[in-house]
């Protein structure tokens, strides 16, 4: 295992298109994270998942984001009618849900440009 | 609310020197964790070190210490003997026990280790 996976590295879009990023967490860990950052701030929480439940959602996840876990597997976070603000770092993470205070395995990031 | 605040946006230290990254929270919480993570340049972000809440001694990983004052609700970071390899973003973050393991981080602190 070679740890979390995000792809794609970054995307540039234009304003009003939509996009889907792809996170593959460490295999045995059941919880997934997604987070967004900006650039000089720390990550901002975006929504979890344990298994493919969908557990928590942050007021910062408008109508225009998705994210989802089939099968608790691989998660996608899509972003529709992309809007400038929507650029950021894109991060993903996973842990185990009795280890969270072991703390996360992150991924590398989908950075976003929105143009 | 809970939140987590880092006063220093940026930091500089000599090689070999040692330099404390401060870090204070909020929470009404008793029992909780604390993390502090290091994000290099275009890098993912990885955790350097952890504590317990209800643990009093402070932590330690080899260069890499805290002071973990829970009355005073602050948790700074020690790097002994500077390392090149040191310079990064530092972000410390906090998991409130019974909350889903949802990370709160702070805005971050960026370190640049001199040669």
């Known amino acids: 295992d070679t740890g979390v996976s995000q792809n794609p590295r970054h995307k540039i879009t234009k304003r009003g298109q939509n996009v889907t990023f792809r996170c593959d967490p460490i295999s045995e860990h059941n919880r997934l994270y997604w987070y967004r950052q900006t650039l000089g701030q720390g990550p901002e929480f975006l929504t979890y998942f344990q298994n493919e439940a969908q557990l928590e959602k942050s007021r910062l996840l408008s109508d225009r984001f998705s994210a989802e876990r089939p099968k608790g597997s691989f998660s996608t976070l899509e972003i529709q009618r992309t809007e400038q603000g929507d650029s950021a770092m894109y991060l993903c993470?996973?842990?185990?849900?009795?280890?969270?205070?072991?703390?996360?395995?992150f991924g590398s990031g989908t950075r976003l440009t929105v143009v | 609310a809970q939140t987590v605040t880092q006063s220093q946006p940026e930091m500089s230290v000599q090689e070999a020197e040692t330099v404390t990254l401060s870090c204070t929270y909020d929470?009404?919480?008793?029992?909780?964790?604390l993390f502090w993570y290091k994000q290099p340049p275009s890098r993912q972000m990885i955790l350097v070190i952890r504590?317990?809440?209800?643990?009093?001694q402070n932590a330690t990983e080899n260069r890499f210490s805290v002071n973990f004052q829970k009355a005073a609700k602050s948790f700074s970071l020690k790097i002994s003997d500077s390392q090149l390899g040191d310079t990064a973003m530092y972000f410390c973050a906090f998991i409130p026990y019974n909350q889903g393991g949802k990370l709160i981080f702070g805005q971050g602190t960026e370190l640049s280790v001199k040669p």
């Open positions: 929470t009404s919480e008793n029992n909780y964790y």
């Open positions: 993470a996973s842990s185990l849900a009795g280890g969270t205070h072991y703390g996360y395995t």
């Open positions: 504590q317990e809440a209800y643990k009093q």
